[in-house]
Nanobody
Framework: QVQLVESGGGLVQAGGSLRLSCAAS????????MGWYRQAPGKQRELVAVITSGDKTNYADSVKGRFTISRVNAKNTVYLQMNSLKPDDTAVYYC?????????????WGQGTRVTVSS
């Protein structure tokens, strides 16, 4: 089993910054990618940013230029630096890990960390 522990959420004013962290532990073999998703009230969960094992990154259009995803492979930890936050960024942010074990793909989720941006 894999555990994902997120931290760093909270309340911030518009224009402010937050840094989310996600540490993975447990049965980790070959990570394909780690990423962040978010779910706002009444909306579906959406991709925010993802980073692959080859350090390729992909961002939602709504966060490009404001958010940066990074990863420390040795610690199986992924970060999301969020700058210039907007009220629309208010959501529960979930960490995601995608790995391959014996040619089968597995996906894991963290418990979520709440980010609230006040106007």
């Amino acid at each position: 089993q894999v555990q994902l522990v997120e931290s760093g959420g909270g309340l911030v004013q518009a224009g402010g910054s937050l840094r989310l962290s996600c540490a993975a532990s447990g049965s980790i073999f070959s990570i394909n990618a780690m990423g962040w998703y978010r779910q706002a009230p009444g909306k579906q969960r959406e991709l925010v940013a993802v980073i692959t094992s080859g350090d390729k990154t992909n961002y939602a259009d709504s966060v490009k230029g404001r958010f940066t995803i990074s990863r420390v492979n040795a610690k199986n930890t992924v970060y999301l630096q969020m700058n210039s936050l907007k009220p629309d960024d208010t959501a529960v942010y979930y960490c995601n890990l995608d790995q391959t074990i014996y040619k089968s793909k597995y996906e894991y989720w963290g418990q979520g960390t709440r980010v609230t941006v006040s106007s």
